[in-house]
């Protein structure tokens, strides 16, 4: 999924369990949101919904000079108010 915002994010949803928690994966360096598919048995045994993110420069999200390591956190918050979680 694409996300269209200022900055295009890359996200992979993982629906192991649509109606389970979110549990968001933010991959180190290198790596990206395809990484979080490793967790999909997890996810359906323990109903959760896996949701793996690129970094800004990452994987197919652009870049956003703006942002910086510390800016990650407030990535899955935004996620759940905006796209997954109104």
Do not use: N
């Amino acid at each position: 999924m694409r996300l269209k915002t200022k900055h295009a994010a890359e996200v992979e949803d993982i629906t192991a369990d649509p109606q389970g928690k979110p549990l968001f994966y933010l991959h180190g360096t290198p790596g990206s949101r395809l990484e979080s598919s490793r967790f999909h048995d997890m996810a359906l045994a323990k109903h959760y919904r896996v949701i793996g993110i690129d970094r800004p420069g990452m994987g197919l999200s652009s870049i956003d000079k703006s942002q910086t390591i510390l800016s990650l956190p407030g990535m899955p918050k935004w996620l759940c108010g905006t796209y997954f979680f109104r």
